[in-house]
């Protein structure tokens, strides 16, 4: 299973960044997929996600009302705004184990390489 995550780059604060993460419609299928972050020094951290409809989304409060989650068959995108240096991080998607996973990590499954957000200041 293989997880493409991009989009990620060095962007300014209140700026925008979309992220993506592709894979096959198979891996995806009936799956929830979620987006977790890690800060140098710092614990994985869990960001959204989205359940396998797309009906059920959940969101840190970190990012609540400035990330949103969405996906169609072969990929799951975060788009990002009004992004602060305290959002600088590796940002990871993951399959879940469920069609809805939440927020823990041990519930998911696949996950992809990471693509670096770095928000200046």
């Known amino acids: 299973v293989q997880l493409q995550a991009s989009g990620g780059g060095l962007v300014q604060a209140g700026g925008s960044l979309r992220l993506s993460c592709v894979a096959s419609?198979?891996?995806?299928?009936?799956?929830?997929v979620g987006w977790f972050r890690q800060a140098p020094g710092k614990e994985r951290e869990f960001v959204a996600t989205?359940?396998?409809?797309?009906?059920t989304t959940d969101y840190a409060d970190s990012v609540k009302g400035r990330f949103t989650i969405s996906r169609d068959n072969v990929a799951v995108y975060l788009q990002m705004h009004s992004l602060k240096p305290e959002d600088t991080a590796v940002y990871y998607c993951?399959?879940?184990?469920?069609?809805?996973?939440?927020?823990?990590?041990?519930?998911?499954?696949?996950w992809g390489q990471g693509t670096q957000v770095t928000v200046s200041s």
């Open positions: 419609a198979r891996t995806f299928s009936n799956n929830a």
């Open positions: 989205i359940a396998w409809r797309g009906s």
């Open positions: 993951a399959v879940g184990l469920k069609s809805y996973s939440g927020r823990a990590a041990r519930d998911y499954r696949y």
